[in-house]
Every structure is written in C-alpha cells, then in structure tokens.
Antibody, heavy 120, light 106 residues
Framework: QVQLVESGGGVVQPGKSLRLSCAAS????????MHWVRQAPGKGLEWVAL????????YYADSVRGRFTVSRDNSKSTLYLQMNSLRPEDTGLYYC?????????????WGQGTQVIVSA | DIQMTQSPSSLSASVGDRVTITCRAS??????LNWYHQKPGKAPKFLIY???TLQTGVPSRLSGSGSGTDFTLTISNLQPEDFGTYYC?????????FGQGTKLEI
C-alpha cells in the first residue's frame, strides 16, 4: 500500500534553515510527480511546491519561491524540501503528497505531515 | 496567480440532507478542478478530479460539476462521516492554489 512518511520538522528561529524529508513506499516513486502542501495552525491548505518525476521541473508558491527548494532522490524513494530564511508565517504542518495524472495533477495520497514552528 | 474562492465558508446540515459547496476561479481553468475532504487532525483525502470524476471508493452520493470559472460539489443523503472541511484546488497552472475551505457541520 502507498505510504508517505514525512520527517525533519521542529522548532527553528527566524532566518534559519530546515530540511524536510518524505519517505515513500508501496509504489514506483520515480514515476510520480510529488507535491508539498502546508497548513498553518487553524488555517486552510496552502500548496507549496511540485517536483516532476525526474526532478527536472520545479514549481513553487509565490510565498516560498527563492527560499524553498524541492528535490528528490529516486534511488532512495525520498522527497525533500529545503527551507531557508524561514519566517514565522512558515509555521505549520507540512504534508507531502503523491501527484497523479500529468494533466490534472491531483494529490491522491498524503502523508500525515511534519510540524514546523518558526519562532524566536 | 489564480485565486480560488469557496462559498459558503461554513454550513450546518442534518443527516439525509443535500448540500452544495461552490468554488469560483478568478479566471477560466477549464475543468482542472480537484476536491478534497479533511477531518480534524487528519490528512486531506482526495475526492474528485477533472471537476466531476470521482476517485475510486468515493461514494456516488458525492458529485462534482462545472467548468470554466464556476464549480460545485454536491453531497446527497448526508452522512455523519461527511463532516469536516472541503477544499477545491485548481491544477490549471502553477501555483496550484486551494480555496479557503468550507467547513461542514452535521
């Protein structure tokens, strides 16, 4: 069965960096696009980033472009999110999700999320 | 960027009712519209893509419609497990924005 397990969250000071990981299993990871989606406490979903199956194409939300970088290691079936210059508004639960369909790009499976808190 | 606006922001309904949630895009997105359902403390669950195609296993009392800028999610014969928050998302162009959510209380 498809499993996505995020890790790497924690408490970090503003301006610092953090790298999230998402370990995938139960499917052919290298064949799928992967998304990051976050949710601030008590708020709605915010799409963060998308990475193509081969890692060659990246897309970002305006709020994180230039600060966050998404990458993947297909040999390890792992997705990453490198977050630099963190701000308090980056606080939230970060989900990785499998992208399905090259056209409709919906997220059919989600992990349980990893918590990021940016605070002095 | 494409803005997605859902209405209402919240609604209350009874078991057996029929409810409709609306999602409007700031520009035409053809049928590149997805729907998700999230219960408190849980990850979102994918429901519908291409505005009206149900994911395998999603009950047929849920249905989606629309194209262009206006979309609806309809839930017939409301069940207790339907409570939670529903989100639309456009996948027409990056960034793939979500609506702000509609909280459904049973």
């Amino acid at each position: 069965q498809v499993q996505l397990v995020e890790s790497g969250g924690g408490v970090v000071q503003p301006g610092k960096s953090l790298r999230l990981s998402c370990a995938a299993s139960g499917f052919s990871f290298s064949a799928y696009e992967m998304h990051w989606v976050r949710q601030a406490p008590g708020k709605g979903l915010e799409w963060v980033a998308l990475l193509s199956y081969d890692g060659n194409n990246e897309y970002y939300a305006d709020s994180v472009r230039g600060r966050f970088t998404v990458s993947r290691d297909n040999s390890k079936s792992t997705l990453y999110l490198q977050m630099n210059s963190l701000r308090p508004e980056d606080t939230g639960l970060y989900y990785c999700a499998r992208g399905r369909d090259a056209y409709y790009k919906y997220c059919d499976y989600w992990g349980q999320g990893t918590q990021v808190i940016v605070s002095a | 960027d494409i803005q997605m606006t859902q209405s209402p922001s919240s609604l209350s309904a009874s078991v057996g009712d029929r409810v409709t949630i609306t999602c409007r895009a700031s520009q035409s997105i053809n049928d590149y519209l997805n729907w998700y359902h999230q219960k408190p403390g849980k990850a979102p669950k994918f429901l519908i893509y291409a505005a009206s195609t149900l994911q395998t296993g999603v009950p047929s009392r849920l249905s989606g419609s629309g194209s262009g800028t206006d979309f609806t999610l309809t839930i017939s014969n409301l069940q207790p497990e339907d409570f939670g928050t529903y989100y639309c998302q456009q996948s027409f162009s990056a960034p793939y924005t979500f609506g702000q959510g509609t909280k459904l209380e049973i």
